[in-house]
């Protein structure tokens, strides 16, 4: 049985695999997925060829490479993701207000210019196998969640369409930044499923309850035994009342 698409469509699967022939065989195998993340590993490896076999299967990319960088190269690097037409892509929020607004500038323009729809650009917060210890390891006092609030609003300042965050703060940013910002959660795991090297977690239920918008998960469905049944036993599970 087919999923409800607008739940299928909440998840994005992370091809967070080695190598292109791996990733390729998954995304055939997940039929019912229409996004999938192509992350640091992953691109390193195979660059663009990936992204163009995967448009070739109809899908989207979100490009999660979370860029951090001085802004002239960062912008360099969003013209980049438009010309191969990445659906998302992340950058960096500890990269500062001026490298987010050159990046959201420059995706603005060349959407003007080309009458193309540009790719949502998603500011990375606190990575979610992080917790407050490492905060204080890297010599930040603030509160982890002071922290990502502050993040939050300074990406909204420099015109971010949304952001990645752990999902124990979308309920947070809602309730202070607002409700215009995309909120995508990684450190999605089924109750199923082990948390591996994540650190703030939350089931896929729970992060839709808390207001997530698009959920990102990994392992739980690609290292199944059978992908495709794992993720429609999510999209079930974000069924249930």
Known sequence: MEPKKELAEKIIVALDVRTKDRALDLVK???NVQTFKVGLELFTSEGTLLIQELHRLGKNIFLDLKMH???NTVAGAVRSGFIHKVSMMTLHAFGGVEMMRRAAAEA???S?????????LLAVTILTSLKGDDLRQLGIKTKL???VLKLAFLAKKAGMDGLVCSPRETKMIKKEVGKDLLIVNP???PSWASSDDQKRVMTPAQAVKNGADLLVIGRPVTQASEPEEAFLRICRELDSP
Do not use: C
Request: aromatic share 0%; hydrophobic share 25%; proline share 8%.
């Open 29 to 31: 195998q997940l039929k």
């Open 69 to 71: 960088d001085i802004p």
């Open 108 to 110: 603005k323009n060349l």
């Open 112 to 120: 003007e210019e080309t009458g193309e729809a540009k790719p949502l």
């Open 145 to 147: 969640d002071d922290q």
């Open 187 to 189: 450190g999605i795991r």
